[in-house]
């Protein structure tokens, strides 16, 4: 059953008092864009209260840029920098995703870009330097970076309804997490830990 935006605003209303940190609401997934019409009725009245609002985002969205006046936070996925390997792995091009953080970087806006580190996909050191490519073209005054290392906790479930689970060897080491750390501090990027 569809939770109502007013709801929603009434939730954090009431829980306005217990917010602490810039605590407020967030939106995640699946992915919290394809509610748009929802998304920007919600997000819009909690903008009203003067609610802390967050997206977490794969950023492929066209009607990204709509939303972005009215966040406090942008959490926003970016997997690899090279369209065509993006292409290939993931299903689609990775332009509307530079797109969207080319604008909410200029806009000044708090962004945090997530990047799930996967052997054999996008963990070695000419990815430390096509994505620190890509960051040094975006204004970075407000932004952080954070590292997901991948792993397969979800190995079993997958195996328990009959599906093939299609990454093998996709875990990276800590080792590997270090050398992107110690690259993006090098460089200047401001790296989390959530």
Partial sequence: MPVLPE?????????????????????????????SSALKKTL??????????????????????????MLSLLIIDFKHYDDE???????????????????ACKNGLQVWIRTPLINGFNATEEDIAGFIKVYQSLELDNTSFEFLPYHEYGRGKWEKLGRKYAVNDGAVSQET?????????ANGLHVIRT
Avoid: W
């Avoid at 997490?177 to 501090?185: C, Q, T």
């Fill in 7 to 35: 709801e929603i605003l009434h939730q954090a209303l009431s829980a306005r008092k217990i917010m602490i940190d810039s605590g407020g609401v967030t939106f995640t997934g699946g992915e919290p864009t394809l509610q």
């Fill in 44 to 69: 819009s009245m909690l903008c009203e209260n003067e609610i802390h609002t967050v997206i977490q985002t794969n950023g492929t969205s066209a009607e990204l840029p709509d939303f972005l006046p």
């Fill in 85 to 103: 390997k993006h292409k290939n792995v993931i299903g689609i091009s990775n332009a509307s995703i530079v797109e969207n953080l080319k604008l």
């Fill in 177 to 185: 997490v270090k050398r992107f750390v110690d690259a993006y501090s």
